[in-house]
């Protein structure tokens, strides 16, 4: 893997919009020092909430918007006014898509396809995200999960070396966002650099090698989906634990560093247990009210709690 030149090289990313009316025409800085790399034959993900600066960042890395500062090197060139031949070597899904809206999928697909010198196997990606359903529909008659396979299957047309993939999933009913993961896999497997951008934290644990966590444009955390909830682990030894049961039960008084929330009715989550005994506080209560849970789990520290974590340091630091 150190071998491997990375496919894209961002450092100290910055980047100014405005000037804003609201702020007495003043600029905002959105991009404050983002750095990263991807490489080839991986996933590279930025994880963040919205607004974090997520796709401005993948804006200048694709050569779309002028930096205000940093640089970015893609496929060892700078993108912005890249010339041709770099371009037809990236492939790019835009969160909106981005399609002609009159047109219809695969006429679409193919003149896509005829732009570049070594296309891919259009007929192949057409029938892997199952496009020919809706061949004879326009893109503006699309729903939002068919106008984002076309999307995908736009960015894989050129046969790039790189693909920006901005939020992949979103839309997608689980069937196709199955065909949409397995696809990605697969790319990732024939050697190509994928960067995706994502705010859903399922997406980024299943898919990713590397994660870039980015909060208020700059980069807050990074590392391999291991690592990280690894870390996390270790920086902080209690645990979460599920339950289901009747809804909006009363809660009951627990110890201080306990906290009882029911984020769904009858879905409760109890955090921050350290050991047997917030147990017995618990089961007290059940015990009390004659309460029998529906299902119970202890749940390993997934990327959410470390994404959440983060987001409350950043809460507090401010
Ligand atoms: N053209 C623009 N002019 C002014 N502000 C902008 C412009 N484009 C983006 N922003 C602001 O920059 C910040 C970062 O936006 P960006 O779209 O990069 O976030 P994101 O992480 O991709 O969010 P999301 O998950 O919601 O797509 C936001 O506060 C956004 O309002």
Not at 84 to 90: G, I
Not at 211 to 217: E, K
Not at 258 to 265: A, G, H, I, Q, R
């Amino acid at each position: 893997m150190s071998n491997v030149s990375p496919s894209l090289v961002i450092e100290d990313l910055l980047k100014d919009f405005g000037p804003v009316p609201a702020l007495d025409g003043r600029m905002v800085r959105v991009l404050n020092g983002i750095s990263l790399k991807a490489n080839p034959g991986a996933v590279t993900t930025l994880l963040g909430s919205n607004g974090a600066g997520k796709s401005t960042t993948l804006a200048c890395a694709q050569g779309l918007l002028r930096p205000d500062g940093g640089t970015t090197r893609l496929l060892g060139k700078d993108p912005y006014g890249a010339s041709p031949a770099l371009r037809s070597r990236v492939g790019v899904m835009l969160q909106d898509g981005g399609l002609p809206p009159s047109l219809r999928p695969i006429a679409l697909l193919r003149h896509v396809a005829s732009l570049y010198r070594r296309p891919a196997d259009i007929n192949s990606l057409i029938d892997r995200l199952g496009i020919d359903e809706f061949s004879t529909t326009s893109i503006r008659r699309l729903s939002g999960g068919q106008k984002q396979r076309v999307a995908l299957a736009a960015a894989l047309a050129g046969n790039p070396e790189v693909v920006f993939l901005d939020e992949p999933s979103a839309g997608l009913d689980p069937q196709s966002r199955q065909v949409v993961f397995d696809l990605i896999t697969e790319l990732r497997g024939a050697g190509l650099c994928i960067v995706l951008t994502t705010h859903l934290m399922e997406d980024a644990q299943r898919l990713s090698d590397y994660v870039y966590i980015i909060d208020d444009g700059k980069n807050v955390a990074e590392g391999t989906v291991a690592a990280l909830t690894a870390r996390a682990a270790h920086d902080s030894a209690a645990q979460a634990l599920s339950f289901t049961a009747a809804a909006q039960m009363e809660m009951p008084r627990l110890p201080g560093h306990l906290l009882l929330v029911e984020p769904s009715p009858g879905h409760y989550r109890l955090e921050g247990v350290r050991d047997a005994h917030d147990l017995t506080a618990l089961t007290s209560w059940w015990a009390e009210r004659g309460i029998l849970p529906n299902s119970l789990t202890m749940q390993p520290r997934s990327l959410e709690d470390v994404f959440l974590e983060i987001a409350d340091k950043g809460n507090d630091a401010n």
